[in-house]
């Protein structure tokens, strides 16, 4: 290896350090702060050193009982999370593949007219039609309930725009030899569209996954009762500059987490080297 | 037996244009007939005709007797290669290949000895269980033939099957795909651009042009009786030699170049003389002289390009031709040599309409 090659190596390592740093940063530093005191955290603001409550604070926040019946639990704040992150990622994904399937392979005459319109809900994030949103969620008996929380989330049209791009990369004649083969639309999506996308999948699933599970603002608008919190929505229960709250943060990433390490093979594939 | 019948085909497109003006072609059972034509000229389309991916906006298709205009794809009982194959990512060949006989409803063990027996004959029998993406460009037109041949059609399509192989290949798989055919008796089609693929797989072949048969018959009687200047330039490689000239009544002129021994021509319109590159011969006392310009070596023969010198020139443009000679005859380039006609074998067309008059 001559001397430049070994430089622009290095410098590229270099920047590649300085960004795992810049990302993992802030997990480790909630991650060390967690096994400190609330008070020392309330003194000394985050900690970027071991503090030796680990046991204390994750005990305590692995057995809290709070809410006005205590019903507010780890579990059921992870099983909210669980229902609500799956419930979007599920719909999600399967409301962008039928979308995206109608626009590319049944050619009526506003298909394109749908595709952008689809599109352009992306201009308005939940946030801007909360009012509206809580009015039709509202007269449809929706609050306080888990449909509440999801349903809103659900109309993503960056789903829609994946599997719509992957679908125009199909060649023609595909579709034509699968026709001459016996397959019918019902067919053609079962048989194709599904396990050709499956890389696709995975990463919409994912990401909507997580759209679901980090959701705050609207959850705290829909629902009232206590038995609806997620484990987002517990961290400010909890307190989120104590020690336990710390805790319930790093608690609460671990899932999705998970999540991507099983899905990342198909995930980062898709995302990375579009197909060749 | 009818093999495929076709009557006042017409497809217009939507948008007005018309891909296919009118055609009528009885195919024979287990006939191979080739459509050549130069790109957009329509033949795809009327391939796409018969295997239902266009809908057929005038006119009756019939294969079998049975008219199937309005038959599904599927239920057409034809079978179709692609030109980019077009086999399923997601599926291992067998896969590929069982897809379509699972979706008739065949049963397993059906399904399973169909498959092998096509995979003995194609030779991949090998890589059943591979993805296409792992087989080479040939490998991949044999599976995509396996897919047509275990369903076991009434007609098999090929949308220029060959085109996307190495020419090498392309010459081997011809040979297979005629041997293939000749073995299953199958009424096939094929559509390519390519005249020598054309020429050497047809039983009969249709030359297209501009949406219509512009000739339709067996090569050699193509090759030697061009109804018209198209079918005569489109078959033959090299090229036809086409020279601009006129009739005195007694001779065809072009320039200071006349040749006699020829009648009954018509006077009154200019014509275009078409002799194939065989039929000049190098010949001390040749009516016509070429300069040479570029001399081809193809290993068994040369061929010779050059301006023919004398012939009434186009916009300043000499008129160039083209002779097959012996690999030993090599002249230096603006030599000249005198050529000798095969006038028996010369075609005369109108220039007007292209129609062949001797």
Same mark, same amino acid.
């Given at each position: 290896?001559?001397?430049?090659?070994?430089?622009?190596?290095?410098?590229?390592?270099?920047?590649?350090?300085?960004?795992?740093?810049?990302?993992?940063?802030?997990?480790?530093?909630?991650?060390?702060?967690?096994?400190?005191?609330?008070?020392? #955290?309330?003194?000394?603001?985050?900690?970027?050193?071991?503090?030796?409550?680990?046991?204390?604070?994750?005990?305590?926040?692995? !057995?809290?009982?709070?809410?006005?019946?205590?019903?507010?639990?780890?579990?059921?704040?992870?099983?909210?999370?669980?229902?609500?992150?799956?419930?979007?990622? !599920?719909? !999600?994904?399967?409301?962008?593949?039928?979308?995206?399937?109608?626009?590319?392979?049944?050619?009526?005459?506003?298909?394109?007219?749908?595709?952008?319109?689809?599109?352009?809900?992306?201009?308005?994030?939940?946030?801007?039609?909360?009012?509206?949103?809580?009015?039709?969620?509202?007269?449809?008996?929706?609050?306080? !309930?888990?449909?509440?929380?999801?349903?809103?989330?659900?109309?993503?049209?960056?789903?829609?725009?994946?599997?719509?791009?992957?679908?125009?990369?199909?060649?023609?004649?595909? #579709?034509?030899?699968?026709?001459?083969?016996?397959?019918?639309?019902?067919?053609?999506?079962?048989?194709?569209?599904?396990? #050709?996308?499956?890389?696709?999948?995975?990463?919409?699933?994912?990401?909507?996954?997580?759209?679901?599970?980090?959701?705050?603002?609207?959850?705290?608008?829909?629902?009232?009762?206590?038995?609806?919190?997620?484990?987002?929505?517990?961290?400010?229960?909890?307190?989120?500059?104590?020690?336990?709250?710390?805790?319930?943060?790093?608690?609460?990433?671990?899932?999705?987490?998970?999540?991507?390490?099983?899905?990342?093979?198909?995930?980062?594939?898709?995302?990375?080297?579009?197909?060749? | 037996?009818?093999?495929?019948?076709?009557?006042?085909?017409?497809?217009? $497109?939507? *948008?007005?244009?018309?891909?296919?003006?009118?055609?009528?072609?009885?195919?024979?059972?287990?006939?191979?007939?080739?459509?050549?034509?130069?790109?957009?000229?329509?033949?795809?389309?009327?391939?796409?005709?018969?295997?239902?991916?266009?809908?057929?906006?005038?006119?009756?298709?019939? =294969?079998?007797?049975?008219? =199937?205009?309005?038959?599904?794809?599927?239920?057409?009982?034809?079978?179709?290669?692609?030109?980019? $194959?077009?086999?399923?990512?997601?599926?291992?060949?067998?896969?590929?290949?069982?897809?379509?006989?699972?979706?008739?409803?065949?049963?397993?063990?059906? =399904?399973?000895?169909?498959?092998?027996?096509?995979?003995?004959?194609?030779?991949?029998?090998?890589?059943?269980?591979?993805?296409?993406?792992?087989?080479?460009?040939?490998?991949?037109?044999?599976?995509?033939?396996?897919?047509?041949?275990?369903?076991?059609?009434?007609?098999?399509?090929?949308?220029?099957?060959?085109?996307?192989?190495?020419?090498?290949?392309?010459?081997?798989?011809?040979?297979?795909?005629?041997?293939?055919?000749?073995?299953?008796?199958?009424?096939?089609?094929?559509?390519?651009?390519?005249?020598?693929?054309?020429?050497?797989?047809?039983?009969?072949?249709?030359?297209?042009?501009?949406?219509?048969?512009?000739?339709?018959?067996?090569?050699?009687?193509?090759? *030697?009786?061009?109804?018209?200047?198209?079918?005569?330039?489109?078959?033959?490689?090299?090229?036809?030699?086409?020279?601009?000239?006129?009739?005195?009544?007694?001779?065809?002129?072009?320039?200071?170049?006349?040749?006699?021994?020829?009648?009954?021509?018509?006077?009154?319109?200019?014509?275009?003389?078409?002799?194939?590159?065989?039929?000049?011969?190098?010949?001390?006392?040749?009516?016509?002289?070429?300069?040479?310009?570029?001399?081809?070596?193809?290993?068994?023969?040369?061929?010779?390009?050059?301006?023919?010198?004398?012939?009434?020139?186009?916009?300043?443009?000499?008129?160039?031709?083209?002779?097959?000679?012996?690999?030993?005859?090599?002249?230096?380039?603006?030599?000249?040599?005198?050529?000798?006609?095969?006038?028996?074998?010369?075609?005369?067309?109108?220039?007007?309409?292209?129609?062949?008059?001797?």
């Amino acid at each position: 290896m001559t001397t430049p090659q070994a430089l622009r190596s290095g410098y590229n390592h270099l920047v590649l350090i300085l960004g795992v740093i810049f990302l993992v940063g802030p997990i480790a530093l909630t991650f060390l702060s967690s096994t400190h005191t609330s008070a020392t #955290l309330a003194r000394d603001s985050l900690q970027f050193s071991w503090g030796g409550h680990f046991l204390d604070n994750y005990s305590r926040v692995l !057995t809290l009982e709070a809410g006005f019946t205590d019903s507010v639990t780890p579990l059921a704040m992870l099983k909210n999370s669980l229902i609500v992150g799956l419930g979007v990622a !599920t719909l !999600t994904t399967g409301f962008s593949i039928l979308s995206a399937y109608a626009v590319v392979f049944f050619r009526f005459k506003i298909a394109a007219l749908v595709f952008w319109l689809v599109l352009v809900t992306l201009l308005f994030p939940l946030e801007a039609r909360f009012v509206n949103t809580f009015e039709v969620a509202a007269s449809l008996g929706l609050i306080n !309930t888990h449909a509440g929380i999801i349903l809103p989330a659900v109309a993503a049209a960056i789903g829609t725009f994946f599997y719509r791009q992957y679908f125009l990369t199909l060649p023609e004649e595909l #579709l034509e030899a699968a026709i001459m083969d016996g397959t019918g639309p019902v067919k053609f999506f079962i048989d194709f569209i599904i396990p #050709l996308s499956w890389p696709r999948t995975a990463a919409i699933f994912i990401i909507s996954f997580m759209i679901g599970w980090n959701q705050y603002l609207w959850p705290l608008m829909i629902s009232t009762d206590d038995s609806l919190y997620t484990l987002v929505r517990g961290i400010r229960l909890i307190g989120p500059t104590s020690g336990p709250g710390m805790a319930l943060v790093i608690i609460t990433i671990i899932p999705p987490f998970l999540l991507l390490l099983a899905f990342q093979k198909w995930a980062f594939n898709t995302l990375h080297v579009e197909q060749k | 037996m009818a093999g495929v019948e076709l009557t006042g085909v017409r497809k217009i $497109y939507p *948008n007005g244009a018309e891909a296919v003006r009118g055609v009528d072609m009885t195919i024979e059972h287990g006939e191979f007939i080739v459509f050549v034509g130069p790109s957009g000229c329509g033949k795809s389309t009327l391939l796409r005709m018969v295997a239902g991916l266009e809908s057929i906006t005038e006119g009756e298709i019939s =294969i079998d007797g049975r008219i =199937i205009n309005e038959v599904s794809p599927a239920d057409r009982d034809v079978a179709m290669v692609f030109q980019n $194959y077009a086999l399923y990512p997601h599926m291992t060949v067998r896969g590929n290949m069982s897809y379509g006989l699972k979706n008739r409803g065949n049963s397993k063990a059906e =399904i399973h000895e169909k498959v092998e027996e096509a995979a003995k004959m194609l030779r991949i029998h090998d890589f059943l269980d591979r993805r296409p993406q792992q087989l080479s460009g040939g490998q991949r037109q044999r599976v995509a033939m396996g897919r047509a041949i275990v369903r076991e059609p009434k007609v098999f399509l090929f949308d220029e099957p060959l085109s996307n192989l190495d020419a090498k290949l392309r010459v081997q798989m011809r040979i297979e795909i005629k041997r293939l055919q000749r073995r299953m008796d199958v009424t096939s089609i094929y559509v390519t651009h390519d005249q020598t693929e054309a020429m050497t797989l047809a039983d009969r072949l249709a030359v297209i042009n501009d949406g219509r048969i512009e000739q339709m018959g067996a090569p050699l009687e193509l090759y *030697n009786n061009p109804t018209t200047l198209f079918v005569a330039s489109f078959i033959g490689s090299p090229q036809i030699n086409l020279v601009p000239v006129v009739f005195d009544g007694d001779k065809l002129i072009s320039g200071d170049i006349a040749l006699s021994g020829f009648k009954d021509l018509p006077t009154d319109a200019d014509l275009v003389l078409g002799i194939r590159p065989d039929d000049l011969t190098q010949n001390g006392e040749g009516e016509v002289s070429l300069r040479v310009d570029l001399v081809e070596q193809h290993g068994a023969e040369n061929l010779i390009y050059g301006a023919l010198l004398g012939a009434a020139a186009e916009e300043g443009e000499e008129t160039e031709i083209c002779i097959k000679v012996d690999q030993q005859t090599l002249p230096k380039i603006d030599a000249t040599l005198k050529l000798g006609v095969n006038k028996s074998r010369a075609l005369v067309f109108r220039k007007d309409n292209g129609q062949r008059v001797l």
